[in-house]
């Protein structure tokens, strides 16, 4: 009896240890708040320079009856320096129910160290995360954003591997540093050396915890993995890792893989063991058998020929008067200076000599006192008349894209750029997807430029709130796009031999080129949405190479011509069953802005039909 009543009592001890226990961990990771508990997930640090930079959070509501609103917001604090014053969420929480969070900082920089937290309306005095933003926190330093234009002018300090928890971040970086040696240059005033070129940002979870959003990883110039670790991943996480392929990324599997089948059509193998796949404007590299802690030069060379390619288009960004002579979505974003110089001094003569001589003439100088603000009154009005007469009151957009479409297996990739102009800012901002980056052609990364607060919400979409677009000044963006797609151009061989192509497009085509399976060549021109054209055999020259697409997300993406050139037949990125579509619209992006009207500017699509071999 006494034994059995120590069992009990030890018993009690030890759950009630255990109970401790799990509360002292409990809060150091998470934070409550009433009925709802906040943890924050692990972050990968990082002093990483462009792109997007996850933050995510797991929200549980243990009410049993009460549903609950909650805003997650950052920073806490409002910092005066800010590229980014706030980014926000808000969900709903059900009773009992958990909800995971995701706060995505664009490119900008963000001052401060915590997150707030608003529940049903009221703002709470805690705070989350007290580690502040590490992302783009040296962007400006490092000089890709204090200098140089499209592709030129500086390139990023650092290549950004992101690898799993598995290797050994000590090991990399001595291994890289002996294949590439800094010069002896001492360190930076920024905590780096001054002649770095890598930085490994090594996750803290394994790989089946990792995220399911590609933005994530938008932020990585590579993503290293070993190939067990590859068959972890929960599928969510797969599909965000081959969306951030697709779109330009990198990712490097080390030891024996296979990768899927829709991976392995345009194989490259560079060595034993060591073979590239080829996949939307991005590559997946398998190195087979060995540590990467012990690589050598050879195999560095391979890794970091990759790495830098995806980190190449964001070697700088442009101002806002090149970037508009680029892609001009105005014709002309000067001040109308003599317009206005002459309503000025117009109203200069009339308010005063005009004014006062026409006043004492009819002895009723007191007239002074309304004659004066009517005629500021008119002023103000004819200059507000003259703004609308030049411009009126429709804001205007651009875009120009260069989309990687498979018919095969209808994933597609857009890559391109945006502009905006609005006489009058917009009150609701710009709405995009959230599978959308968007890169702001802003100069300064770490300060709000020009005084403005941008802030951007992801409750509904990307939300870029205020002081993205302001009045009368155009607004550039950078993007990038991974989507299903179910649009096609339908190629068939006819009874009698012939090729014919159906427009499954919600566009007209300019121009229409492809290469049949027999390695001919055939256009057509000016194919309306809908309709069904004839093929025309064609002299065009075609050169493709798997590395062709490659080639496309490494070059300008405004030079159309890196794709074609109308006047000399030359396509030199197609391979058999695939075309070259021109549109003068951009079908696969959505409009951003809604009302505005669209200046029609050149998009491709690259396709791949189901003919094209695997």
Not at 81 to 101: E, F, I, K, P
Request: hydrophobic content about 40%; proline content about 5%; charged content about 15%.
């Amino acid at each position: 009896m006494i034994q059995s009543r120590w069992s009990i009592r030890r018993r009690r001890v030890l759950a009630g240890a255990c109970l401790l226990m799990s509360l002292i961990a409990r809060s150091a990771n998470a934070e409550t708040f009433d009925d709802l508990e906040i943890t924050q997930q692990s972050y990968p640090a990082g002093d990483t320079e462009h792109s997007y930079a996850e933050y995510a959070f797991t929200v549980v509501n243990h009410s049993a009856k009460s549903s609950h609103e909650v805003t997650l917001f950052a920073p806490r604090e409002q910092g005066y320096n800010a590229g980014l014053y706030r980014m926000s969420r808000t969900v709903t929480v059900a009773a009992g129910a958990t909800v995971h969070v995701s706060l995505l900082q664009p490119p900008l920089a963000i001052t401060g160290n915590s997150v707030g937290v608003t529940i049903d309306g009221r703002v709470s005095r805690k705070t989350l995360h007290g580690g502040g933003f590490s992302h783009m926190d040296s962007a400006s330093y490092a000089g890709i954003y204090g200098y140089g234009g499209y592709g030129g002018g500086g390139s990023p300090v650092t290549m950004e591997f992101f690898i799993s928890n598995t290797m050994n971040q000590t090991d990399l970086e001595r291994s890289y540093d002996a294949a590439y040696p800094a010069p002896a240059s001492g360190y930076s005033g920024y905590g780096r050396h001054s002649g770095s070129t890598r930085e490994f940002i090594r996750s803290d979870v394994p790989t089946s915890a990792w995220g399911d959003q590609w933005l994530a990883y938008s932020r990585f110039d590579a993503v290293m993995v070993t190939a067990p670790e590859m068959s972890k991943l929960t599928q969510p996480a797969f599909n965000a890792l081959q969306n951030y392929v697709e779109v330009g990324g990198s990712l490097i599997v080390v030891g024996d893989y296979t990768p899927p089948a829709d991976w392995r059509s345009t194989p490259v193998r560079l060595n034993a063991g060591n073979t590239r796949y080829f996949l939307g404007f991005g590559v997946v590299q398998v190195i087979a058998g060995d540590n990467p802690g012990k690589w050598n030069i050879s195999q560095w060379s391979a890794v970091t020929q990759i790495a830098s390619a995806s980190a190449a288009p964001y070697a700088g960004v442009m101002t806002v008067s090149d970037a508009n002579k680029a892609m001009p979505v105005i014709e002309n974003i000067g001040v109308p200076v003599r317009g206005l110089f002459v309503l000025m001094l117009l109203f200069a003569v009339l308010i005063g000599p005009v004014n006062l001589v026409v006043l004492s003439r009819m002895k009723r100088r007191i007239w002074l006192l309304w004659t004066v603000p009517a005629i500021s009154f008119v002023a103000c009005a004819a200059v507000f008349t003259y703004n609308f007469l030049a411009e009126g009151w429709t804001p205007h957009r651009r875009a120009q894209t260069i989309t990687i479409l498979d018919q095969r297996t209808h994933r597609a990739a857009t890559i391109g750029w945006t502009a905006f102009y609005a006489p009058i800012a917009p009150g609701d901002g710009l709405h995009f997807s959230y599978d959308t980056e968007l890169i702001p052609q802003i100069r300064s990364a770490n300060y709000n430029e020009g005084g403005q607060l941008r802030g951007i919400d992801w409750t509904t979409d990307q939300h870029l709130e205020s002081g993205w677009v302001t009045s009368r000044v155009p607004a550039h963006f950078r993007l990038r796009k991974p989507h299903l797609e179910r649009q096609r151009i339908a190629v068939a061989v006819e009874p009698d031999g012939t090729l014919t192509a159906t427009n499954g497009f919600t566009a007209d085509l300019r121009r229409f080129y492809y290469v049949h399976t027999d390695g001919k060549a055939y256009a057509a021109e000016h194919v309306a949405a809908g309709a069904k054209m004839n093929l025309e055999p064609s002299k065009m020259k075609i050169a493709s190479t798997p590395e062709s697409r490659r080639m496309i997300f490494g070059s300008n993406w405004l030079d159309s011509e890196i794709l074609y050139n109308g006047e000399n037949e030359t396509v030199p990125m197609l391979g058999q069953g695939e075309y070259l579509a021109v549109l003068d619209n951009a079908i696969f992006l959505e409009p951003g802005l809604e009302g505005a009207a669209v200046r029609p500017s050149t998009s491709l699509v690259y396709g791949i039909t189901e003919l094209a071999p695997r």
